[in-house]
């Protein structure tokens, strides 16, 4: 099977030469994807949780969409500007609500600013 690129108009999409996501053979890759507020097209208000939050609900919308779900995601990376969350209380409490099933693996770098005022990004590999 040939990797398709996936997009669903329900999420927003981080720009024009990224794909939310790209379908090969049984898994979705979703790229990174921000807290961005899908009605507005810009991030959400309320800072670091606030974006953590819409950022997993915008991938479960993807997911969703490409014919997956949460319970099937079997790795997660998350990345966060470097300090915002140094012990991990806000991602764990935030992941445990999305990750009630099975909790995938996961990995955390924390990373310089991003552009825009973006405080949090997550990916993700799921199966089908």
Avoid: H, W
């Avoid at 319970?71 to 935030?94: A, C």
């Amino acid at each position: 099977m040939e990797p398709e690129v996936f997009y669903t108009p329900n999420a927003p999409r981080p720009n024009a030469f990224v794909p939310q996501a790209v379908i090969a053979g049984n898994f979705v890759f979703v790229s990174g994807t921000a807290g961005t507020d899908i009605t507005t097209g810009k991030l959400v208000e309320g800072g670091y949780e606030a974006q953590v939050v819409q950022s997993f609900k915008n991938v479960k919308t993807i997911l969703e969409d490409a014919g997956s779900s949460m319970d099937k995601v079997v790795k997660v990376t998350v990345f966060m500007v470097s300090g915002s969350d140094p012990d991990f209380s806000v991602i764990n409490k935030i992941y445990s609500t999305f990750f009630q099933n099975m909790t995938p693996a996961r990995s955390a770098p924390q990373v310089m600013p991003f552009p825009g005022g973006i405080l949090f990004s997550m990916e993700c590999i799921a199966v089908i």
